[in-house]
């Protein structure tokens, strides 16, 4: 390697990491396949919320049906359904980063959407750090974030789907791309 480029070394390691997020992809899936099914059953005891629990600041309602999602009103009128998008090609790597106000991440996406930074609560991704538009393209992204992150916490790159309105980011509609184990396409990274 001494005699590459730093060019081909960037690409070289983007392309391992990418191959290496997906193996890490399919292991972990069949892995928590078992533990989401036994999560399921549980329910309420491992603290999920009821299906008419309000969870968004703007007190609707969101609930979910197999890869629909249905926004309604404070009176229960239904504003919108959205449906969730499922990918095969579309990829995310983040490595242990410096914090500080942007994160840095390599994506491949098949179409519109958004690369999002959520900070981690309880293990899972939790709130919405920033958000920016990208795709379909494969490429380093840069988020720049509303809120910074701290050295020893650890956060996520998640990506959503886009609604049609690409300037506009919506929680409640563009909803976290799947991939094609039917998880959320993310990977986390710890802050530095």
Known sequence: MNGMSETN????????GIIIGFGFGRFTTERN??????????????????????????????????????VQDSNGAVVTTVSQETSVTSAVTALDQSAGMSVKTL?????RGWVVVHEQTNGVPARILGAKPYGPATGEVRVNLLRGTKAG????VMLHSDDG????????????????????????????
């Open 153 to 156: 916490s650890v956060y996520y």
């Open 107 to 111: 994506v491949s996406m098949d179409r």
């Open 33 to 70: 396949a078992t533990e989401l099914e036994e999560a399921e059953e549980v329910g309420e005891e491992m603290g999920a919320p009821s299906p008419n629990e309000s969870t968004a600041e703007t007190n609707d309602i969101i609930s979910a049906t197999d890869s629909d999602m249905v």
């Open 9 to 16: 070394k960037v690409v070289l390691a983007a392309v391992l």
């Open 165 to 192: 309105d690409i300037e506009d980011f919506s929680l409640s509609r563009d909803l976290p791309l799947l991939g094609a184990n039917g998880m959320p396409i993310m990977v986390m990274f710890k802050a530095l």
